[in-house]
DNA sequence: GAGCATCGGGG
DNA sequence: GTGTACGATGCTC
């Protein structure tokens, strides 16, 4: 008997014989890779009348047993189905359909080991096991007893890849690079002559592929990473190969990798995590970002940018050799970035893993709606709760049209204020959800009809419910269970600051946000509408009551959007304000909490009226180090011009350092004029605008467009995705046939009057509207001849 | 402005 | 693999 300690990173299993076989891949602590192989039984649960159902019972199902479990609330006599193979649960399943309702028959049989077994993926177990005849070639190990012991599997091996391809038809692929730690490769088939020693030749397509899978299984690693390789790098590798009949099989079955059908397809390996750092930043941390491009994300996170390649040159360079280096250079670099992202967020992802449950591969596929659904998927047995199924059919339908009252929000009157004060809810919805119970299997519980408060709907949205105050739900225990993980943590990291511990809070921060959604989430197993709108309705009663409370004591609440309030404190003090937040925190129930979140000498808030979608924030403040907060005001996102961008900023700077809307008024003169005198670079006017589809298929001529079509005229070739860096011009006609290039313009081409316009008066006229200004103050002299026209 | 369709990332 | 995404944006009526 061999004992070990043992990280599982991937479960799957193969039928051996006739029986459903698990097989844990990981590593030991030692970093030898390892499979550990067990047996399980597939099995679902089957509510209904138990002798109809034992009459279904046909050759494929083992055995049956009857337990108590918990259907929503109810304890019911539920019949286990446990069938030979995974397979026949959703055959049974079909066949029983009629006589009883049945649940669980879509757990994944390697997922519900997992659970049943309570083994959590990238966790330390110690290991008791038997040498076991592995036809893969791998080592490995029967297992006879397990249990959880200290560690995390923190440093796990990561290899980062990238492809470069040709953009015509059946491109080949020119090169790849891969990247970990302590090593990287870009390996191409055009010789040229490079001092670069990562730089490996071959001589033709298909030893590139041949070489791809050789450093890939050399380097053994525990993840496999790219950008965006779900969607374009596995799958056009694996079509390079088989156009050559070329076998990729790196996964530590030796199989290949297995890409998934459809729209969003992935790519899965197995015993090595495949992670697509494009799919997790676009998932789960919802980065706050213009798109979720490479250089954007690598942009936020790392500080750290992609190469500048002019990819026209590519296929010249292929051509001939020459300038080739820069791409293998850009193509390493790629590599770089994805493997330092993945690296970065492995914490994060190593953390959801634990508290979901679910190995590394899947968690950064899904949406945070699945994985809050897994989170409960796993706990479900501790509760002896039964899971509920998916909606189908009307059920489904109905769910996508019900809507409900939303968030609060007090419109702002515009204006500059001074001495502002900013309080919020602490997880607003997460602690309503915990401290008032809110469970589809607590709602209107028949134990507290007499005595539990009602949730405090308005006269427009009108309802009867409440929670129970005797038994805790499933739903608000687990998001319970989260909140004080969470607290446990951001106590700890008050005396010491660790990266890792904060990639820990913020994951279980990011789940928990993630419940209300859920609850209202049309797809979701625990659906409950009643809750959902349940919790909007305590939300708004809370910041209505905070409201009252500040105006009674005699502050001027500004503005307020779900949790959060500004007020001024105009004769009052700073103090008397913080004192009532204490007093309201006295009286709030549960773990909830009204915080503090800082002073702000000066503010600006803007109309939310006329701008795009509602009730946006848009506001600018100043906080007492100087810093500038700037929320909403549309021109810092979009694809404007830095002139226009950087006119905005300067113009909120002053007003909220100085107070002084004269002095920004003559600044922005001033730039007109130096506009207007052609004194500021080029580089100022560009706009950039990407080109989503081929340019035939516009209808319209924006300008983009036009001068996409332009240099396909002058033989550059154009491809959707590309971003179309141009600038106005001066001149006659549309706007259209005035863009040009960057490259194409000097300082001296662009259209004055258009920026003026167009661009740096709308960045701040709204601003500017505030303080009693228009339009004309703004750009009167020299203007005068054109804004005549429009006043 | 509601409802439907497409797109995202990648070279 | 005991499976099939989702949310934002643009376009059309």
Known sequence: MAKLRFYPMDITY????????????????????????????????????????????????????????????????????ITMLPEHVPKMKDKLKETA?????????????????????????????????????????????IKPAERIYENQKILAFDIETLEQEDAPIIMF????????????????????????????????????????????????????????????????????????????????????????????????????????VRNILRLDVDDYTLNSVAEALLKDRKHDVDFEKLPDAWKTGDGLEKFCQYNLHDSKLTYELCSKLLPNI?????????????????????????????????????????????????????????????????????????????????????????????MNCSCCRDTAERVPFEKDEPGKIWFCTNKKGFISSMIGDLIERRMRIKEIMKKEKNPLLDARQYSLKLLANSFYGYLGFYAARWYCYDCARSITAYGRDYIHKVIKQFETEGFKVIYSDTDSIFVTTGKKKAKDAQDLAHKINKSLPGIMELEYEGNFPSGIFVSLKGTESGAKKKYALIDENDEIVIKGFETVRSNWSPVAKDVQKKVLTILLKEGDAEKALKYVKKIIENIRKHEL???????????????????????????????????????????????????????????????QCTNEDYDADYYIENQVVPSVIKIFEVFGYSENDLAEKGAQDKLSKFF
Not at 133 to 144: D, H, R, T
Not at 692 to 704: D, G, I, L, R
């Open 350 to 442: 190593v953390e959801m893993v634990r508290i979901v449950g679910v190995p590394m591969y899947d968690i950064c596929r899904m949406a945070l709606s699945q994985l809050v659904e897994w989170y409960l998927i796993r706990n479900a047995p501790k509760f002896n709760t039964l899971v509920p199924n998916r909606p189908a059919g009307d059920e489904f339908k109905t769910r996508l049209t019900r809507k409900y009252k939303g968030a609060f929000v007090f419109e702002p009157k515009p204006g500059l204020y001074n001495n502002i004060m900013l309080f919020d809810f602490r997880s607003l919805y997460p602690s309503i959800i915990a401290s008032h119970n809110i469970s589809p299997s607590t």
């Open 177 to 280: 690079s891969l990247y970990g730690k302590d090593f990287q490769k870009v390996v191409t088939w055009k010789h040229f002559p490079t001092k670069e020693k990562y730089i490996e030749f071959v001589n033709s397509e298909a030893d590139l592929i041949k070489r791809f899978r050789e450093l890939v299984k050399e380097h053994q690693p525990d993840i496999i990473t790219g950008y965006f390789s779900d969607g374009f790098d596995f799958p056009y590798i694996m079509e390079r190969a088989k156009k050559y009949k070329l076998s990729i099989d790196i996964s530590l079955d030796k199989s290949q990798p297995v890409i998934g059908r459809g729209e969003n397809k992935s790519t899965k390996l197995t015993g090595i995590n495949h992670v697509d750092v494009y799919k997790f």
């Open 14 to 81: 193969k039928v051996i014989n006739g029986e459903p076989v698990i097989h844990m891949y990981g590593r030991t602590v030692e970093g030898e890779q390892l499979c550990i192989v067990d047996h399980y039984e597939p099995y679902f649960w089957a509510v209904g009348d138990i002798k109809a159902i034992e009459k279904q019972i046909d050759e494929t199902v083992a055995r049956t047993e009857v337990v108590k479990k918990d259907l929503n609330g109810e304890i019911v006599d539920a019949v286990k189905i």
């Open 681 to 743: 670079g080029k580089e100022e006017f560009e706009i950039r605008t990407q080109l989503t589809k081929p340019v035939e298929e516009y209808e319209s001529t924006a300008p983009h467009v036009a001068v996409a079509k332009r240099l396909i005229k002058e033989g550059h070739e154009i491809v959707p995705g590309m971003v179309i860096k141009y600038i106005i011009t001066s001149g006659k006609g549309t706007i259209g046939s005035r863009a040009r290039v960057t490259e």
């Open 101 to 145: 309702l049945c649940l669980e028959a879509d757990i994944l049989f390697a997922r519900r080991y997992l659970i049943d077994k309570e083994i959590i993926p990238c966790q330390e177990y110690e290991i008791e096991a038997e040498p076991y005849e592995f036809s893969e070639g791998m080592k490995a190990f029967e297992l006879k007893s």
